[in-house]
């Protein structure tokens, strides 16, 4: 590279401008890496599989009409009806759903008297819950009717049978999570066997750390005080006619009301509204800065071609071809816009670091620092390409003027 040192005594004479174009780079570098960590470590959050089959799964609130011991007989009479309409592949009791926003939570204990061994989400249902959740059984048994514990109260607080996720089975046997098959774990004050295991059944919480420490309770339960919350799940591409179904199947008693109904879907969509918005406004950040950068980029270089349009003049009539001068510019950019992304790189690490303690994320991988550099590299060439260009139709002829 004949024209590196040369490149290197023009940068050292003109100091402040190569120096503020290589602090935009390091910058620029800095932020996008960051952003780009971020914003796909939210992409993979807004992805994570809630266990239920959601392309074809909603949710009904409804009223309940009678009183006292006949509370638990009208909900029960809600899901016969509803597992009787044409199109539903089952329905079942869930006070609360996946990314709802509202639920239960609890401590999980081995010992009834010992400490807490781990801490998640609580759902109750029935055997009907397999099916009309999509969940996957992968270790031990599912519910059977015998096991369903019918109450009219709060069913967190019932000896039940349940399931666990596998998550919440490896947080609390690390080694071997098959392990939590037939043990018993108390919350609530209560002894609950351990029946099974399911692959994935977030809680209600998207936020949570714990959304994927999840059980769910052998638990029919029916509130005085509340109403049937009912998961349905439906035949493929039939979802908004057996809603609409539903609706009006429910509405012909006297005095029923729908109290909130919704697809999964629709839960995913909000509880992830705030995640889609922060990803959007990062996007728009490091496009902005991206091209900013360009900008200046492409400035300085075609500030330095009007600058030394004698100088490259001379060059051609001392016998420089077009691409010796087009090469010139496209290495002087790169040297300034490396010395940036070194400067970047160290930037990057430092500021994720801080975000590592604030945010509690991962540290950013190297491959995302090594993808900023190609594309900061990439955009700085790309930039200085029009002016070189310009540069190189330069005359000769141009040495003699004013001479």
Sequence with gaps: MKDFFPILKSLKKQKI????????????????????????????KMQRPTGLDEANTFYV???????????????????????ALDGVVAAAPLPSIPLIGWGRYTDFYLDPKGESVAYGG??????????????????????????????????????????????????????????????TLYFSGNPHRVKGVIKTLQSSWQFWSMVELTVL??????????????????????????????????????????????????????AYKEDLATSKILTAIGVGLAIITGLGIFGQARY??????????????????????????????????SIGVVIGLLGAIILNNQFVELLSINPVPLSYLMIGTVMIFVLGQLAVIYPATRASRVSPAIATRGA
């Design 17 to 44: 401008a190569p120096i503020l174009l290589a602090l935009q780079v390091a910058i620029t570098f800095m932020v996008l890496v960051n952003t780009a960590y971020m914003i796909g470590e939210r992409s993979k």
């Design 122 to 183: 609580y759902f109750n249902s029935d055997e009907h819950a397999l099916k009309a959740l999509n969940l996957e059984l992968i270790a031990g048994e599912w519910f059977t009717p015998t096991d369903i514990v019918s109450v009219m109260s709060d069913g967190t607080f019932v000896e039940s049978p349940v399931v666990v996720t596998q998550a919440l089975a490896e947080k609390i046997y690390p080694n071997n999570w098959r392990d939590i098959v037939d043990t």
């Design 217 to 270: 309770a052998g638990v029919n339960e029916a509130l005085p005080t509340s109403a049937s919350h009912i998961a349905i799940r439906t035949q493929p591409g039939r979802l908004e006619e057996v809603m609409n179904n539903t609706v009006d199947m429910l509405l012909k008693t006297p005095g029923r009301k729908i109290e909130r109904i919704g697809t999964m879907a629709q839960v995913r969509q909000k």
């Design 304 to 337: 330095n071609v009007s600058r030394r349009t004698q100088q490259i003049g001379t060059r051609r009539a001392l016998g420089a071809n077009k691409w010796d001068v087009i090469r010139y510019f496209m290495v002087e950019n790169a040297v300034v816009t």
């Design 61 to 83: 609130i409804t009223n309940i009409l009678r009183e006292g011991h006949q509370v638990l007989a009208e909900h029960n009479d809600n899901l016969r009806q509803i597992r």
